[in-house]
Every structure is written in structure tokens, then in C-alpha cells.
């Protein structure tokens, strides 16, 4: 018997028993039952599947072409001595900076090997002096300084050069040492952190900046030292965040979510219930009895939500109506070996990014086991830390949006708050570069000629 392609929309009882009755004849003799399989509808998924790992190598191939063509910029940004600006002004930026999303066309994909551009938004402390930067393509470059010149009129942008080239990037070195990882979240990444908003008190307003004691750490790094701070932010449809959110507050409200099959999946499906049905079939089993639905469980769900469910759900709704970027952070430490610190660096770093985090909610955490600088390697420790750290160095230079762990999500709320320009009425930053004089616009009625 030949199995045909409307036999796989038979049910799943009918698709079984066709399926025990032509095995049962080859009894324990599994390469003969292989070989039928294969001979009956088992060649179609190997096809299917070398035509998956050919496409996806030549995407690969054509985008690694694309992003050797881009030419990058690394605009340093001086800080005006006396803003007035609140963290708000930086999510605002953050949120203009979301017009660089453009969905390449289908030839634009698959011919050109065309992708959505990244933008690397990074603090950095080169011996105790620091400097905000970003970095980006040259095409970008317009929409970068128009986002923050909306906000900072007086700021001060300047095309530098890439301080990354002036560090080593192989280890073991015999002058310097590093210390680096990548953040990620602790749990989902529809679960929103804490953000700027949390830090203002409530009667008087007045902000405490969390990232003070960061600031405060990379002003103190002395001679020899340098710590670099990265996030790289893509931006996306938001269509591509939306549902996975609205799919975890179902869950936690209660609500039934209706799935949809296409016949491609029905027909993936329809192998799986048959064998399903004979092994019920072999072992005398049969099909439990589906559970009837109580018409009043979302309705009692939704009544008896505790206080702290009651606010992260209003919290993942308040991050799904911002925008959202795909989100990758860094950090290197990177010092001469006799001033090399990493206690002083590492904890101070994570310490400043914890104030983030909540029990309940978001949480972002440096990874460790498999690609930052781990203590806790026993075998060849030494050797595959140089390793991992030769790998987060090349990746931050690179600004890479891929090497390392898998992107997160962050909304331009959650970004403004892990990267903001100091806030000079409540942060003391005197390390930070600033503007040294306030520009005017000339009078009307300059003479000419």
C-alpha cells in the first residue's frame, strides 16, 4: 500500500491503524521498517529538510556580504553642563530612533541579503574620564543626531575614533588582563524591570538615578584602566513582540488562547496523532475524556488575580504600548595586570543593575555558564576564559548584533533607564564630559558681506 497525500488528512484512528497494519508484516526488523517509511512519503522530509539548511546558508551568505559593505560611525555625545532634561527626554529619543526599522523586500532579503541596522548605544570610562557614544551606520547618522539634538538642543555630537582599537583584543596578554559578559534576562522577557519611573518619589518628585553609582564606579578607574558599557538596540515590527505578550497575560488572566493551524501544520500533525493512535491501539489504551469547560473559570480568574498579578499585568501592558527593541548588553573591563580589579568592577556593575530587577516581575542578570568570563570553570579554566573573553571582545568591537546569547526584548522606557545622559540636578558626574560653553544663535541683524 502506498500512502498518498489526502491519506494524511484521514483521522487520526484511520491514519494509525493504515500505518500498525504495514509495520506489524516487519516485525523486529527495523531498517527494513525504515527503508519503507522512506520509500512511502519519508523521502519528502529529507528533501524538506535539505531545502531548509540550503536556504538558510545562502541567507547567511548573502548577509554576511550585506553588512561587509556598511560603513559605521562612532559619534561621541557632550553632555550640556546645566540641562534641565529629564530620563523622559531619553526615551523620547529612544522612540524616534525606532524609525530605522524598514522591512526589506523579498529580493532586498534573499538577493541583496539586506537586514534591519543596528545602533550601539555605549558609556564608556578610559581611566576615570567618561564618555557617552553611539554607534551606528553612515546612513543612520542623521536620524541619531536629529533624535538627540530634538532633545538636547545644546548637546555637542562629534564623528571620534573608535576607542576599541587601542585595546588589546587576544588574551592571555602579557601587560593586560579582562573581564567581560553579556546581560540577560532572568525570566521572560514580556515581564517588565523597573524604570526610571520607579526611581521618582511619589510626594516630591525628586529622582534618585540609578545609574549614579554606575557613573560614580567608572570615575574612579584609575591609570591603565578602561570599562566599556554596550547596548545594541534593533529595532522591529511590533508585531513580532505583541502577541507573545498578549499570549503570557492570557495565561496569567486565565483566558483561553485559540490556536490557529494552517494545512501544513495539520498535515505535520496528522503522523504524530496516528502513531499516537496505534501505540493506544498496541498497548489497549484509549483516548481520556476531555475535561468540560467552566463557562464562569475566566470570569473567576480574572476576579481573584492577587494584588502583585494585578500589577504585572498592568505593568506588561504599560511595556506593550511602548516601543520595543530587540535588545543585546555588554560589558569589558579591561586593565593593566597590576592594577586589574575585578571585584571592584564586577560587583559594582551587577550592584547597579539589580535595582532594576523585581522577584515578581523582569529581571536581568550577566550570563556566565556559557559565554561571559566565569570563577567557577574547573576544567581548563584558564584556557577557555581567554577563550570567551578573546569572543565578547571581538563581538563588542564588532558591535555584533548576533555572537553571543539570543537577543531580548526592552521597551524604550526599560532602554532610557539603563542609558540616559546624567541628570545634573540630582547626579553628581564630574568625570562626565560636558559641553563647556552654551551655544547661541547669531543675531538677525549680523551685518553681511
Known amino acids: 500500500m502506498i500512502l498518498r497525500m489526502e491519506d494524511l488528512l484521514l483521522s487520526p484512528e484511520t491514519w494509525g491503524a493504515l500505518l500498525l497494519q504495514q509495520l506489524v508484516q516487519f516485525g523486529d526488523n527495523p531498517l527494513v521498517a525504515m527503508w519503507w517509511l522512506f520509500l512511502h512519503g519519508g523521502w519528502a522530509v529529507l528533501i524538506w529538510a535539505l531545502l531548509w539548511g540550503g536556504r538558510a546558508v545562502w541567507l547567511d551568505t548573502r548577509q554576511s556580504k550585506y553588512i561587509a559593505k556598511r560603513k ?16 523622559k527626554a531619553v526615551e523620547n529619543m529612544f522612540a524616534h530612533l525606532a524609525g530605522s526599522h524598514s522591512d526589506p523586500s523579498f529580493l532586498e532579503k534573499w538577493i541583496e541579503g539586506k537586514m534591519q541596522d543596528s545602533i550601539s548605544c555605549e558609556i564608556v570610562s578610559i581611566e576615570g574620564h567618561i564618555q557617552y557614544l553611539i554607534h551606528t551606520t553612515r546612513k543612520l547618522r542623521d536620524l541619531v543626531e536629529a533624535s538627540v ?56 518628585g525628586e529622582f534618585k538615578d540609578p545609574l549614579a553609582v554606575f557613573l560614580e564606579m567608572m ?70 475524556e476531555e475535561h468540560k469547560k467552566n463557562e464562569n473559570a475566566l470570569n473567576s480568574r480574572m476576579w481573584n488575580l492577587t494584588p502583585g498579578e494585578r500589577k ?29 580589579s575585578k571585584p571592584r568592577v564586577a560587583y559594582s556593575i551587577v550592584g547597579a543593575i539589580k535595582q532594576f530587577n523585581t522577584n515578581d516581575g ?52 526599560e532602554l532610557a533607564s539603563l542609558w540616559h545622559l546624567p541628570v545634573s540636578l540630582f547626579v553628581k558626574a564630574p568625570q562626565v564630559k560636558k559641553t563647556e560653553s552654551k551655544k547661541t544663535e547669531p543675531p538677525i541683524n549680523l551685518p553681511m558681506g
Open 362 to 413: 523582569g529581571a536581568i542578570k550577566p550570563e556566565s555558564k556559557h559565554v561571559g568570563v566565569s570563577s567557577t570553570i574547573v576544567l581548563f579554566a584558564e584556557a577557555r576564559n581567554n577563550v570567551r573573553k578573546n569572543h565578547l571582545v571581538h563581538a563588542y568591537a564588532r558591535r555584533s548584533n548576533w555572537a553571543g546569547l539570543h537577543n531580548f526584548y526592552l521597551s524604550s522606557e
Open 219 to 288: 570615575g574612579r578607574l584609575g591609570p591603565g584602566e578602561q570599562l566599556w558599557y554596550q547596548i545594541i538596540i534593533t529595532a522591529i515590527d511590533q508585531k513580532e513582540y505583541v502577541p507573545k505578550a498578549l499570549s503570557e497575560i492570557k495565561k496569567i488572566t486565565g483566558q483561553e488562547e485559540k490556536v490557529h493551524k494552517s494545512f501544513v501544520d495539520k498535515a505535520l500533525d496528522a503522523p504524530l496523532n496516528a502513531m499516537n493512535a496505534a501505540a493506544d491501539a498496541v498497548m489497549g489504551g484509549g483516548h481520556a
Open 72 to 87: 559605521f560611525v562612532l559619534l561621541a555625545i557632550d553632555v550640556p553642563k546645566n540641562t534641565e532634561q529629564t530620563v
Open 312 to 340: 504585572l499585568v498592568e505593568g506588561m501592558e504599560r511595556k506593550m504600548s511602548k516601543i520595543i527593541f530587540r535588545t543585546k548588553i555588554r560589558c569589558v573591563y579591561i586593565a593593566k595586570k597590576e592594577v586589574f
Open 149 to 204: 539634538y530634538a532633545q538636547y538642543p545644546e548637546a555637542e555630537i562629534t564623528e571620534v575614533e573608535d576607542y576599541t582599537h587601542h585595546a588589546p583584543h587576544h588574551f592571555p596578554d602579557g601587560i593586560h588582563d579582562c573581564f567581560a559578559f553579556e546581560f540577560t534576562n532572568a525570566r521572560s522577557d514580556v515581564y517588565p524591570i523597573k524604570t526610571y519611573v520607579d526611581f521618582e518619589h511619589q510626594l516630591t
